[in-house]
C-alpha cells in the first residue's frame, strides 16, 4: 500500500518520504522546490564562495535516499515563494503570503494526482485542499500538525510579548484565523493527527481538535552526527542556546538568566536577530551574540558548551534538544519545547518564564559530578530518537490504517 507524501520545504530532511520509501511504500514525494530537479540542478556548478545565504539554503534541500522518479517539484513556484517571503516586511504579510502558497501548492498536487497511492501525508496548514481530493478519491489521510496550533501559538507570544514589551509589539495578524480555520478543516477531514509531541496534541485537543484521531510519534535524528566529543571543562560553566533569537524561543529567559549568573557561567545564543528590536536587549557582560551559523558548524558549538539551554514559549518538539542530546548536553527545557529531555536525569523541564528554575537548574549542573552523570545520561536518551527509531514509531502509528484499506 502506497502513500503519497506532500511537504513544502525540506522539513526534517524529508525523513517522512525517505521513512516510507525504505519501507517500500512511498508513492511520490511532492514539494515546492528542492536541489535535484529543475533549474536548482544547474546552480550547484556556482562556486561555493559565490553563493548567496539562499542559494545555500536551496542547495541544501536534498532529498537523500529518494529516486527522482519518485521525486515531483514545481521549482518555479518554489522560487517565488521564496523571494516573495523575502519582501514580507511584518508577521501578517508572512501569513498571508503562507496561505497564498499553500493554496497554490495544494491545486498543484491535485492536479498532478495521487497515482495508485492508498494513503496521504501531509503537513498542517498546507495541504486542505488535498485532503479533500485524497478523501474523495478513497485514500486514507494523516495531517501532521508540526507545531503547536495557530491560535496557541498567538496566544503564548501575546503573553510573552506583554511581559517583555521592549522585545517587540505583537501587532494583530488578521490572517491567522484563516490558517488556524484551515488546521481545524485538516483535523476534521483526517483520519489520523500526528504529533511530536505531548504538548502539541494536547494543544490540538484543547483548541476542538478530535483526541481519539491523535497519536504522539517523536521525531529521531543522525544521532551520528552529533556524537559527544570528550570535553575539557573550563572554569566557568558553559550554556548553549541555539534557535532564532525572540520571544518564542524563550530568548528573553536565556538573557535574565546569564545576567543573574554573571560570573558563575557564560553563555552562546546562535541564531537569527531579524526579530529583535534592538540587540542591546540581549545584551549581558556573559553572553555572546554569534547571528546565524551555518548548520554545518552546529557540531563545533555543542561541543563547546557543557549545557543546552531552550526556554521556549511555543515549539512542537525541537530537534536541536534531540542534537544536543546527542552531543553529552543535559538539556535545561520548558514543557512547551516539546522536547524528550527526561527531568532530573537528561537534564530538567522548568515551567514556562521561571528564570529562577533556570538558574537554580544551571546551579545544580555546576557540580562535576552531576553534569558527569547528566551527560553520560543524555546521550542515553538520544539513542532512543535515532532515525531508525522515527521510522519504526511513524510506521507503527500508520500501520493501522493501512492495514484497513
Known sequence: MSVVVSQMGARMHYAVPRILHEAGALERLYTDICAVQGFPRLLAGVPRDWQPSAMRRLLGRVPAGLPRSRIRSFPAMGAWQVMERMRARDQAEETRLVLIEAQAFSRAVVRSGFGSAAGFYGMAGECLEQLR???????????????????????????????????????????????????????????????????????????????????????????????????????????????????????????????????????????????????????????????????????????????????????GSATVTYEALAAGLPVIATPNAGSVVEDGLSGFIVPLGDTGAIVAALQRLGDERTLGAMSRAAVVRAAEFDLAAYGRRLLAALAPLRDAA
Open 133 to 315: 481530493a485524497a478523501r474523495a478519491r478513497g485514500l486514507w489521510t494523516v495531517v501532521e500538525q508540526i507545531i503547536a496550533p495557530r491560535d496557541m501559538v498567538e496566544r503564548l507570544v501575546a503573553a510573552e510579548a506583554q511581559r517583555f514589551p521592549a522585545w517587540g509589539t505583537v501587532r494583530f495578524d488578521p490572517h491567522a484565523w484563516a490558517f488556524a480555520q484551515r488546521e481545524r478543516h485538516e483535523w476534521e477531514i483526517a483520519d489520523r493527527i500526528v504529533c511530536p509531541s505531548d504538548f502539541v496534541r494536547n494543544g490540538v485537543i484543547a483548541e476542538g481538535g478530535p483526541a481519539e484521531k491523535c497519536v504522539v510519534v517523536p521525531y529521531g535524528i543522525d544521532t551520528q552526527r552529533f556524537a559527544a566529543p570528550t570535553r575539557k571543562r573550563g572554569r566557568r560553566l558553559r550554556v548553549l542556546t541555539v534557535g532564532a533569537v525572540g520571544l518564542r524561543k524563550g530568548s528573553p529567559y536565556v538573557v535574565e538568566t546569564a545576567r543573574a549568573l554573571g560570573r558563575d557561567a557564560e553563555f552562546r545564543m546562535i541564531g537569527g536577530l531579524a526579530g529583535l528590536p534592538d540587540p542591546a536587549l540581549a545584551q549581558a557582560s556573559n553572553l555572546e551574540l554569534l547571528g546565524t551559523v551555518p548548520r554545518a558548524e552546529i557540531a563545533r558549538h555543542f561541543a563547546w558548551a557543557d549545557v543546552f539551554l531552550l526556554p521556549s514559549a511555543c515549539e
